[in-house]
Nanobody
Framework: VQLQASGGGLVQPGGSLRLSCAISGQFSGSFIGWLRQAPGKEREFVAAMRWFGGHTYYADSVKGRFTISRDNAKRWVYLQMNGLKPEDTAIYYC??????????????????WGQGTLVTVSS
């Protein structure tokens, strides 16, 4: 499977963006997620969806502002980001994991990564 993220850009604080992740090939993971890496920081978990069943998981820092979703054909996964803050500035990646539920929040458990897309929140 190949994952390709897009949709990043420059947005003012309080604004919104929707990131898209194109999924090509046969998806065989347990979870599909969005993770991010800010300059000088380690990668961190943002949101994920259980591939079968669609249950969603969010980092506390984005809960209530970000929403992960998927199209019916399971070819696209989206991250709707509202109420963006400067601290949301990062490169955002979509990635897949074969791990168990308790590992969904751990970036190192994601084994297949797409190319990232840069989100900059600044006035």
């Amino acid at each position: 499977v190949q994952l390709q993220a897009s949709g990043g850009g420059l947005v003012q604080p309080g604004g919104s963006l929707r990131l898209s992740c194109a999924i090509s090939g046969q998806f065989s993971g347990s979870f599909i997620g969005w993770l991010r890496q800010a300059p000088g920081k380690e990668r961190e978990f943002v949101a994920a969806m259980r591939w079968f069943g669609g249950h969603t998981y969010y980092a506390d820092s984005v809960k209530g502002r970000f929403t992960i979703s998927r199209d019916n054909a399971k070819r696209w996964v989206y991250l709707q980001m509202n109420g963006l803050k400067p601290e949301d500035t990062a490169i955002y990646y979509c990635a897949s994991s074969n791990g168990i539920t308790s590992s969904v929040y751990t970036p190192t458990m994601y084994n297949r990564w797409g190319q990232g897309t840069l989100v900059t929140v600044s006035s």
